[in-house]
DNA sequence: TTGCGTGCAAAGGTTTTGCATGGCA
DNA sequence: TGCCATGCAAAACCTTTGCACGCAA
């Protein structure tokens, strides 16, 4: 739960680039152990599991369960967001899979809402909206 | 996907009943078969999956996927409470994992207002709220 | 009788953990 | 030097699957 990184070792690195280098993709912990296989750089796997979790924590990834058996999803939070982290709300279509971002006012009224009427501190950049995006409605 | 129960066996029966008497509560499949075992009438576990499967297919309970290492969980839903389900919203604390339902008009204007000015139809069945809880707040 | 449902055991796949080693500050 | 991070292997965990048997219709 609360494990953030306090050495700059050189796997966390490579690992912060080649997601850095996906921005708007879903990459698995398995995806990430393939990729530096295939690179000749293989990171162990607990490694790439402890700082994926890490990079959580600290706000620079997120993490998506889609459902219970298929294996959690990671994505590069943008420097966009990350500097408007708290405004940043994310959908994501259950059909195609596109993940919509938005800054609403409205939506951070929900924030408000929630903490005051219900006392639950919500966390948007942990926080996906599960749905279906318009182009999915229409089809 | 498409498991729909033909048969009317004793299994299903007792499950059905057992759901039915905890209404609006999670349980998940160890819970089940943790029950049937100390009432002395145990279910075996690939029939307790299946038949858990089959009861979502029909709409007669939920299932909901927190977070992937957790197990899923259920929820008896029940022909008039199909409704009420739809707007149950789910709340889970990042800490202490506690898991909150709310049923808020206001979170319901958030489904009308994502779809009316984002064009995004909004599953609160899929969605869950990542945040801190009271008590986490205060510790 | 037909074929679905059950239950046991085993497999499957993802994620976590124990522990010794290696590396950052 | 003192911790923290790494990596391997093994374990833990939930869930699914294979197969023979039992039971509903």
Redesign the pocket.
């Given at each position: 739960m609360n494990?953030?990184?306090?050495?700059?070792?050189?796997?966390?690195e490579i690992?912060i680039r080649y997601l850095e280098s996906v921005p708007g993709v879903h990459i698995?912990?398995?995806d990430v152990a393939d990729y530096f296989r295939k690179q000749g750089s293989?990171?162990?796997?607990?490694?790439?599991?402890?700082?994926?979790?890490?990079l959580v924590d600290e706000g620079i990834i997120n993490k998506y369960?889609i459902d219970?058996?298929?294996?959690?999803c990671f994505e590069y939070i943008g420097a966009e967001c990350h500097a408007e982290a708290e405004t940043c709300f994310h959908c994501k279509c259950e059909k195609c899979g596109k993940l919509i971002h938005l800054h609403c006012d409205e939506l951070e009224e929900i924030q408000e809402h929630l903490y005051a009427e219900h006392r639950f501190r919500m966390d948007p950049l942990r926080t996906v909206f599960y749905g279906l995006c318009d182009e999915c409605l229409q089809n």
């Amino acid at each position: 739960m609360n494990s953030r990184s306090k050495y700059k070792t050189k796997q966390r690195e490579i690992l912060i680039r080649y997601l850095e280098s996906v921005p708007g993709v879903h990459i698995t912990a398995g995806d990430v152990a393939d990729y530096f296989r295939k690179q000749g750089s293989a990171i162990g796997q607990s490694t790439i599991y402890r700082q994926l979790e890490s990079l959580v924590d600290e706000g620079i990834i997120n993490k998506y369960v889609i459902d219970g058996n298929s294996p959690a999803c990671f994505e590069y939070i943008g420097a966009e967001c990350h500097a408007e982290a708290e405004t940043c709300f994310h959908c994501k279509c259950e059909k195609c899979g596109k993940l919509i971002h938005l800054h609403c006012d409205e939506l951070e009224e929900i924030q408000e809402h929630l903490y005051a009427e219900h006392r639950f501190r919500m966390d948007p950049l942990r926080t996906v909206f599960y749905g279906l995006c318009d182009e999915c409605l229409q089809n």
